[in-house]
């Protein structure tokens, strides 16, 4: 035992460092803040879903904001209107967003990845004034409010005798999320390192000889649409939780370019990306108001133009300057380094590391 | 009946500045087999910098031509600085590309100009003709007009002109007119400041109707997409007619069809781009693409 | 230490916290959270990026008269006001997290102006139970006024969007009782209130509506909905519009060959969007509106005291622009909330400000509202302005129309 203890891969170890910070975090920050990092897990578990679908299938999805709004609809209308334990809704918007994902899936096998961006595109376009018809159900323009959830008692007395105040709403709704976002970010690492996910990866780097070796290339397509559709589903059920309301503008065009932001800039096509990606995508627009102003190295000219663009300039400099220069994100890069450091030159010369794993689709 | 020709006649006049957009996403798609998702935000722009001219004094008929460069240039930069560096990577990288620079520029617009909506002028006065009962504007018929003049343009620079041909031997046969001693990745930035340029003529021309602001080609980019699809992405011909159809079909939907009703003409758009991708994925006049491994 | 340091410092810290069990005890609640001897805080979140970035300019207006009110009186008793704006880009999710981390972080004394209908929903409910102040909120939603026995710590400020509707109601009837009514709203709680508030007010008379259309706020053009409405053959439209709608409405009936009695509301009216319509080419003839607030563009006023104190306040703003009706809405409505900190006094409690606002008003000489536009609440009515003047474009500017109407009381 303590034998293969010593020999545990170094990223063993690393796993086990984020996994215990991540349960540590809320007992050293202000109580809002872990609301902040469960919107941001949140967003780290719908890019996880996007990664799935993008990195490993190769189907380029810019409409995912779209199925985290299914997702939350369907957790607030199942809690508010049948009066649902909100926590039970969790999975089955999870499933009900999967099952409509992987429906969606089947016309989008006939797209190219060009035209599926396209058309996923013009559904988060769309999505917010979809939601809004429906108002009977979906409370229309008024949303739905929902109630601040309460931590079990057990464990709200066990965390107030570890740290000597009782748990709040928000670090309640931090570690539901964190639960779900261990669970899922598993599932993920054994589905990809499986023969799915070998399957997915063999059909990304060429269709043909993909189904050449005998792999369903429909099937899998539209397995990875669904599970994709699962997570971005969880993930937008444990955002009404997070944000306590749902409403159509909680689900504007730009949170669907900021799970691809994300995405991207964590690492396409690996497992902690969208973790750094979430964490990246959901402070950086808190940090560039609030940060950046108070920074007096940043010339006032550019620290204002920040402030007064909002995100938008940053996350745009930043996919472009990503995509060109390290196009596997911050996980390539630092995979990369340690490669380097270790001396191991692995595969052929990466003289354009960076460029992604290629896709035929290209025309 | 009257109020059905009203509706044509308005549909095809937003019909007119759809087909514009789109007939610079056709240019770049055939230069490159991309879709542009900055396109709406860089035509944004180049109306900016019409409306910065024209407020500073200079004359329209000036500051028009003088854009319209500036857009070509613009254009150019984008793809030499951009674009080039990862010409060859897949399309997934390009999309993602272009999207951050629709990101991009529709953030610094807003940083540099704000976001009250501002008046713009247009050369054709909001003077109407009468067309058997419905009225029509001459910006209307001006932005109509306007599309076919700029799909003439198109069509005899590419058919009819030495760079032309050489444009569309780089973008098809990039290998071979590398051989042939083409410079490739020019004609392709070439192809961009072309895009780039019929984007700023669109965006002048929407400008006076739905008025200057940062966001004002947010939503007009995706009926641009639903016309360029459904008329077969690579035909420029194609786009202009489906620019037509989408604007006469959202009109026309948004009245007639109780469920879409006036909200979600949008979701029209949508409609149009998934129905033609299923059933009919080359659009109406485009040829069936062979797809290469 | 920079925030990113603290979060730094926190990553660090976590493992050693929870390695110790260690407990951190908060500080014990005060009931003045926000005030020192010195100072006040107030916070604020509003779209400065986004889609609906054109009012972020409303929270510097605020800021520049509460800079003003600083150096020229030294604050209001002693205490200076210290104002925190945050971004949420008009997005109910951000709303949220940032209200809180004014509220716990920053420890805000109330919070002021916020804009948004769906955005300060999704925080309503949150302030309340903690007890904090969301005062004046930038949004006409009825909800916001109506249910204040439900949720005592917050109120609006501006004209209820019915109450609004309700008074071109009674003009419609005085002045054109056989009309035949088109609506055009945009179809969100904006123009729906307004709906509601026009059907409401003309009672038993609501059969003269004969056509409404609503738009989806990312609609390309609404030339179908006002071709319907011409074809269904109203001769009176009510535009339910945001500003670029409503210009654009106004050009399409004019080369519609249309010449309708045209009502629009009160958001879309300052000179400067008329001026824009008229350059577009819209004929605006027979336009009708209403407005509470002193236009900075209207000639009339130009000597009047209350709008040299406009001019002054907002210097101390450089990125605001004069002429934009939303920075003398910031300026008014800001001139508001130092009224009610004013008649806190020395008991400046959560619970006593909210009263006072929700409650207690009775302010009758805001310089920067139209003549006789009062400002009040009481135990039973919370809609603090219900006053409004009809007026109508000249081709120049815009007269007004007899005296003011009042609807308060009138929403239920």
């Known amino acids: ?363 | ?293 | 230490m920079t925030k990113i340091g603290a979060r730094i410092a926190a990553v660090a810290a976590s493992l050693v916290a929870l390695a110790a069990c260690g407990g951190s005890a908060t500080p014990a609640a005060q009931t003045d959270v926000g005030i020192t001897s010195t100072s006040i805080s107030l916070g604020n979140t509003i779209a400065q990026s986004g889609p609906a970035a054109a009012y972020g300019t409303i929270a510097n207006a605020e800021l520049a008269y509460f800079t003003y009110i600083n150096n020229t009186q030294g604050g209001v008793n002693g205490r200076k006001i210290d104002f925190k704006i945050l971004d949420d880009a008009y997005n109910p999710a951000q709303t949220v997290p940032l209200t809180k981390q004014l509220v716990e972080q920053d420890k805000v004394f109330a919070m002021f102006s916020g804009l948004g209908t769906q955005d300060q929903t999704s925080v309503r409910q949150y302030l309340n139970a903690q007890k904090v102040p969301q005062l004046f909120v930038a949004t006409g939603a009825t909800t916001f006024m109506l249910d204040e026995p439900t949720y005592p710590y917050t109120i609006g400020w501006q004209p209820p969007y019915q109450g609004e509707a309700r008074i071109y109601a009674k003009d419609v009837l005085a002045n054109h009782p056989s009309a035949k009514i088109g609506v055009l709203y945009q179809n969100d709680d904006y123009g729906q209130d307004y709906l509601k508030g026009l059907k409401d007010g003309l009672g038993s008379n609501s059969s003269m509506i004969v056509d409404s259309e609503s738009y989806d706020v990312t609609a390309a053009s609404v030339a179908s909905q006002l071709a319907t409405l011409k074809a269904k053959g109203s001769d009176t439209v009510f535009l339910f519009t945001t500003p670029a709608f409503t210009i654009m409405s106004l050009v399409i009936i004019t080369a519609l060959h249309w010449e309708p009695t045209i009502y629009l509301n009160s958001v879309s009216n300052p000179e400067v969007y008329m001026g824009i319509a008229a350059k577009a080419g819209a004929a605006l003839k027979n336009v009708t509106s209403v407005g509470y607030i002193k236009d900075p563009t209207d000639p009339q006023w130009a000597s009047d005291s209350g709008m040299q104190l406009y001019k002054t306040v907002i210097a101390n703003c450089s990125t605001c622009n004069v002429n934009d009706g939303f920075n003398i809405y910031g300026v008014a409505v800001a001139w508001s909330m130092v009224d009610v900190l004013k008649q806190a006094g020395s008991d400046l409690t959560r619970a006593n400000v909210a009263k006072i606002a929700t409650s207690e008003l009775n302010e009758t000489n805001n310089p920067f509202l139209l003549p006789g536009v009062v400002v009040k609440t009481t135990s039973t009515d919370h809609f603090p302005i219900t006053q409004e003047q009809v007026i109508t474009w000249n081709g120049t500017g815009w007269t007004q129309q007899g005296s003011l109407i009042d609807e308060r009381g009138t929403i239920k």
């Open chain 2, 1 to 293: 009946m009257q109020e059905f020709l009203q509706l044509v006649v308005s549909g095809l006049a937003t019909g007119g500045i759809f087909a514009s957009l789109a007939l610079a996403l056709v240019l770049i798609y055939n230069a490159m087999g991309l879709v542009n998702f900055a396109q709406g935000e860089m035509a944004m722009l180049a109306t900016f910098i019409a409306f910065t001219l024209i407020n500073r004094g200079v004359n329209y008929w000036i500051a028009l031509p003088l854009t319209l460069v500036i857009a070509f240039g613009g254009g150019i930069a984008i793809q030499r600085i951009v674009i080039r560096p990862v010409e060859r990577a897949p399309l997934l990288t390009l999309v993602i590309i272009t999207l951050g620079l629709a990101t991009l520029l529709n953030g610094l617009a807003g940083a540099i100009f704000g976001y009250v909506p501002r008046s713009f002028p247009s050369p054709f006065s909001v003077q109407t003709v009468d067309i058997f009962g419905a009225y029509a504007s001459y910006r209307d018929l001006g932005v109509i007009a306007v599309s076919g003049v700029v799909l003439l343009a198109i069509y005899l620079l590419l058919q009819r002109t030495t760079v032309g041909l050489t444009m569309r031997a780089a973008a098809h046969h990039a290998e071979a007119s590398r051989l042939l001693g083409v410079r490739v990745s020019w004609m392709l930035a070439l192809g961009w400041g072309l895009a780039s340029a019929v984007g700023a003529v669109s965006g002048i021309m929407v400008a006076p109707i739905i008025l200057l602001e940062p966001n004002m080609m947010q939503t007009i980019i995706i009926y641009a997409f639903a016309a360029a699809v459904l008329g077969g992405i690579e035909s420029p011909l194609g786009a202009v007619i489906g620019g037509f159809i989408v604007g006469v079909t959202v009109n026309l939907a948004g009245t007639y069809l109780p469920f879409v009703g006036g909200d979600l003409q949008l979701a029209v758009a949508l409609a149009i781009i998934i129905g033609v991708l299923i059933l009919k994925p080359n659009g109406l006049l485009g040829r069936p693409s062979v797809r290469r491994v």
């Open chain 1, 1 to 363: 035992m303590a034998h293969r203890l010593r020999t545990l891969p170094p990223r063993y170890w690393l796993v086990l460092v984020v996994v215990l910070f991540l349960i540590g975090l809320p007992t050293v920050i202000d109580s809002f803040q872990s609301g902040e990092w469960a919107q941001a897990l949140v967003l780290a578990i719908a890019i996880m879903g996007l990664n799935i679908l993008v990195g490993y299938s190769g189907q380029l999805s810019l409409g995912h904001g779209a199925f985290m709004a299914l997702g939350a609809y369907i957790s607030a209308i199942l809690a508010t209107r049948y009066k649902m334990d909100y926590l039970v809704t969790v999975p089955i918007a999870g499933l009900l967003t999967g099952l409509i994902g992987f429906l969606f899936g089947v016309p989008a096998l006939r797209l190219s990845a060009l035209y599926l961006a396209l058309a996923t595109f013009a559904l988060a376009v769309v999505a917010p004034s979809l939601i809004k018809r429906p108002a009977g159900l979906t409370g229309g323009v008024q949303g739905i409010v929902l109630l601040p959830p309460v931590p079990p008692q057990p464990l709200s007395d066990a965390y107030a005798f570890l740290t000597g105040t009782a748990m709040t709403s928000d670090q309640w709704t931090y570690y539901v999320t964190l639960a779900w976002g261990l669970v899922l970010f598993w599932l993920a690492w054994n589905l990809l390192r499986h023969r799915a996910g070998r399957a997915m990866r063999a059909i990304r780097d060429g269709e043909v000889a993909a189904a050449a070796s005998g792999i369903n290339l429909a099937g899998y397509k539209t397995l990875a649409f669904g599970i994709s559709a699962f997570y971005a589903g969880i993930a937008g059920s444990l955002f009404g939780l997070a944000a306590g309301f749902v409403s159509p503008d909680s689900f504007p065009v730009a949170l669907s370019i900021q799970l691809l932001v994300g995405a991207v800039v964590g690492g396409l096509a690996s497992i902690p990306g969208p973790l750094i990606g979430g964490i990246f995508a959901y402070f950086l627009p808190i940090e560039s108001n609030q940060w950046v102003p108070t920074q007096t190295w940043i010339p006032v000219q550019i620290a204002t133009t920040i402030e007064k663009a909002g995100p938008a300039v940053t996350y745009g400099a930043v996919l472009i300057l990503i995509m060109i220069f390290a196009p596997n994100g911050i996980v390539g890069l630092v995979g990369g380094a340690y490669a380097r450091l270790r001396g191991r030159v692995r595969g052929a010369p990466d003289r354009d590391t960076g460029q992604m794993p290629q896709d035929t689709q290209t025309v």
